[in-house]
């Protein structure tokens, strides 16, 4: 039971990362590899708000806007005067970003590990097995986020503007829509979502490296191509499905290779699936 | 005044010049073709015009305004609008929703249920469809549909990219009409065709394209009765 609960705890942490990798790819169609640092980044705000202030609320809420902003910023400074330039040159400014916040964060905060609490929630006995709160919180808030955001892209003209620009980005602008506002939009709910995810880690961990982001974001990355890139559903069954994996592995004598399986389970998915579980064909146009 | 001026309009894909410096005119009210053969500009023309590709030389000016290199969502804004070559609905969105994608630019909800429902008079078969998803309706209710869905901007000009393309020949007829209607209520059209037949009969006036250059000009009659161009464009 336990180890179920926590799988699909860190699974919806994997899930919402994995939410920002998969929008933005649908809608700008890159791979936002300084993604994950987002949320490192959204860690040292929580640590920096929680020593000045001490209120869990306004750090998680400073660790929102923070994220939310850089997102936008990172978009407008470093991607967006690439729009039209090659997919490698895009990935590349994207892996150098990466770079550089985990650069900056190590001049601001130090290269060793420091601990974050936010909150200690203690356990709760279910059946017979204690579960920390603090996953149930995660899963609930997780779950919360996760409709929020499908009843927003289905029910709202931003939404569904948000659909038609990963559809077809010509057609979306004869539309009328601004292209580059609804990118701006998309990067921002992406960073906004990673925060949560950063909050809901370090619940899990409880300590800020600047390295933080790296492993999250490769696995959030592994779920969401595992989903099928592009999908919202599909981000959100491979982040659940490599929470729980991971979990159930941990507690049995494969436990040392559970990194391996994930990353195995990738690779057997792809070579089944090539565009993951739920990912769709592109059309082909005439 | 012309609604829409280009004048020695330059089109590069890399270095290969496919718009080599055309210029031409749409009136208010009018309806004007541009005939060519598959790859003489026709697309690469339109899309300059809205915006979607950005010409290396020549202008685009629209109601007075010079319009070149304007971002597309802006040109929507002012009134012109464009059904793509191959019809790009939206195939993940339903019918009521492409609709409303349409008006994306309007922000009067009673005025877009109004025109919505105004589409639907049109085109039966769309309102018949409206909650099924684009991509499962027909070619020819696509083709309704491209045409519904850039008609609910109210547009000033509206140019369309081979509509009758892959339709059956009485959809062809039915397309027609309906450019015709959209003409009729105030709409100034630009229309590219490839099979120059039905759509000379219904023009003002009419450019030959060939080869990124415009070959002939004249009236859609003129044209009609043209050997040459009867040999090229109407099958003889
Ligand atoms: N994206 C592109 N990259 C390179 N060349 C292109 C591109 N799009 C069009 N061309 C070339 O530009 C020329 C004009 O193409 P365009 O699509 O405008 O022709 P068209 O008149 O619309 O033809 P059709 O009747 O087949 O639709 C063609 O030679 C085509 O090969
Ligand atoms: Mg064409």
């Given at each position: ?12 942490v994997y899930a ?7 929008m933005?790819?649908g ?14 980044v ?5 640590l ?18 923070v ?12 991607y ?14 994207a892996?150098?970003?990466s ?11 130090g ?11 203690g356990?709760v ?50 539309m ?8 701006s939009?998309?990067?921002?709910i ?42 919202i ?9 490599l ?11 494969l ?8 990353f ?18 592109r059309?082909?146009?005439? | ?19 080599k ?11 004007v073709?541009l005939?060519g ?30 319009i070149?290199?304007?971002p ?17 609905v939206?195939s ?14 309007e ?22 469809r ?38 059956s ?6 397309v ?5 209607h ?5 709409t100034t ?22 080869n ?22 109407l099958?003889?």
């Amino acid at each position: 039971m336990s180890t179920l609960i926590e799988g699909l705890s860190i699974g919806s942490v994997y899930a919402l990362i994995a939410l920002g990798y998969t929008m933005v790819y649908g809608i700008a169609k890159m791979l936002n590899f300084a993604h994950g640092d987002i949320i490192m980044v959204g860690a040292y705000a929580v640590l920096t708000t929680m020593s000045l202030c001490g209120f869990p609320l306004v750090a998680i809420l400073v660790a929102v806007v923070v994220c939310t902003l850089l997102g936008i910023a990172i978009e407008k400074v470093a991607y967006k005067p690439l729009r039209g330039a090659s997919p490698l040159a895009v990935l590349i400014t994207a892996i150098g970003v990466s770079y550089l916040l985990q650069g900056i964060a190590q001049l601001v905060y130090g290269s060793a590990s420091r601990p974050v609490t936010i909150i200690d929630m203690g356990n709760v006995q279910i059946g017979n097995s204690a579960v920390r709160v603090s996953s149930i919180v995660t899963l609930v808030v997780g779950a919360i986020l996760m409709v929020i955001l499908t009843l927003f892209i289905k029910m709202t003209k931003t939404g569904r503007a948000m659909i038609a620009v990963s559809e077809d980005r010509g057609a979306a602008e004869l539309m009328g829509i601004n292209v580059n506002g609804i990118i701006s939009i998309t990067f921002a709910i992406g960073s906004a979502l990673a925060a949560a995810a950063s909050v809901c880690y370090l619940f899990q961990i409880p300590s800020a490296t600047p390295t933080l982001g790296s492993m999250p974001g490769i696995k959030a990355f592994t779920a969401a191509v595992i989903g099928g890139i592009g999908s919202i559903p599909g981000a959100v069954i491979g982040g659940v499905l490599l929470g729980v994996i991971e979990n159930v592995c941990k507690s049995t004598p494969l436990a040392p290779f559970t990194t391996s399986i994930e990353f195995g389970l990738l690779i057997v998915i792809l070579l089944v699936k090539p565009t993951g579980i739920l990912g769709k064909k592109r059309r082909e146009k005439v | 005044m012309a609604l829409l001026e280009v004048k020695d309009l330059q089109v590069f894909y890399g270095v290969i010049q496919a718009i080599k410096g055309i210029s031409f005119e749409v009136n208010q009210g009018e309806i004007v073709t541009l005939i060519g053969a598959n790859g003489a500009g026709k697309t690469t023309t339109m899309q300059s015009i809205m915006g979607l590709i950005k010409p290396r030389g020549g202008s685009v000016v629209y109601d007075g305004k010079d319009i070149t290199g304007m971002p597309t969502h802006k040109i929507v804004g002012m009134g012109m609008t464009q059904v793509p070559e191959g019809r790009r609905v939206f195939s993940e969105l339903t019918v009521y929703e492409n609709l409303l994608m349409g008006a994306y630019t309007e922000k009067d909800r009673s005025r877009i249920k109004e025109d919505i429902e105004e589409i639907y008079t049109i085109f039966p078969r769309l309102g018949e469809r409206k909650s099924q998803v684009a991509g499962t309706l027909s070619g020819g209710e696509q083709q309704m549909l491209a045409m519904g869905r850039a008609i609910m901007s109210h547009p000033k000009l509206l140019m369309l990219d081979e509509p009758s393309m892959g339709l059956s020949p009485a959809l062809v007829d039915q397309v027609f009409e309906i450019i015709k209607h959209f003409h009729k209520t105030g709409t100034t059209i630009l229309l590219v065709e490839q099979n120059a037949n039905k759509s000379l009969a219904i023009s003002d006036r009419a450019y030959v394209l060939e080869n990124g250059r415009i070959t002939v000009t004249g009236t859609g009659s003129e044209l009609m009765a043209s050997e040459e161009i009867r040999k090229a464009y109407l099958g003889g």
